[in-house]
């Protein structure tokens, strides 16, 4: 049982991984029906997957998947190739610079001004020239196993999806707007509902307790919310 819980993190990791693996093997192999409530569904289902795998890469920047350093970075690096090749590397110094310079002009997510300029601008801080060669590069490679169609659907616009889910609750609404001098992380939090926090964003619209305690891995911020 301890061996479970010490291992827990990892364990969660794999099951996302793994999970967002299969989901998209069985969608680039559907016959699509858009007539189907079920295509628009497994959609909404890879979005949520590939933001999870987002997650999993940003918990491993702080350290929380595994208390192994090298099982950490290896499945925070993996996690973040399979959304669309992010690297890990160029991810972690800006992160942890977010932390460090919340809601200031040395905060590579932050931008003053509203939804879509901010969004433009937080895309523009971390999609590479190098990212969008290798999608090119696969997305040729894969056209020749599967439909084109399945691939826009269930592989490409999930990932664009999941995007905007990451952005909206994990950046723009903590972010956005006046805070008052005495909130020490410029944060602002989600009410407390555990269901709509998993569904959100895994709980990441609990951000105030994000930034409060990073140590804390997504599955477990539900417990440090105010």
């Not at 950490?72 to 160029?90: D, E």
């Not at 895309?123 to 169609?149: C, D, G, H, R």
């Amino acid at each position: 049982m301890n061996s479970i819980k010490n291992h827990f993190g990892v364990i969660i990791a794999l099951i996302i991984i793994m999970t967002w693996g299969v989901c998209l093997a069985f969608g680039l192999n559907l016959n699509i029906n858009f007539s189907s409530p079920f295509t628009y569904l497994l959609i909404l289902v890879q979005m949520h997957l590939y933001t999870g795998l987002f997650i999993t890469a940003h918990d491993g920047m702080h350290g929380t998947i595994s208390k192994n350093k090298q099982t950490n970075k290896l499945i925070g690096t993996i996690s973040a190739l399979l959304f669309s090749f992010n690297f890990y590397h160029k991810l972690f110094p800006k992160h942890h610079e977010h932390h460090r310079f919340v809601a200031t002009d040395k905060d590579p997510d932050y931008h003053n001004g509203g939804f879509f300029p901010w969004y433009f601008s937080f895309l523009k801080q971390y999609i590479t020239w190098q990212q969008i060669v290798l999608m090119a590069i696969s997305f040729n490679i894969l056209k020749l196993f599967f439909p084109v169609e399945n691939l826009i659907v269930f592989w490409m616009l999930p990932a664009v999806l999941s995007t905007f889910q990451l952005f909206y609750f994990g950046t723009y609404l903590p972010h956005k707007g006046h805070h008052s001098p005495d909130n020490k992380h410029f944060s602002r939090s989600q009410n407390k509902n555990h269901l709509w926090a998993f569904l959100n964003c895994y709980f990441f619209g609990y951000h105030y307790e994000h930034h409060d305690s990073p140590g804390t891995p997504w599955w477990q911020l539900y417990k440090v919310k105010i």
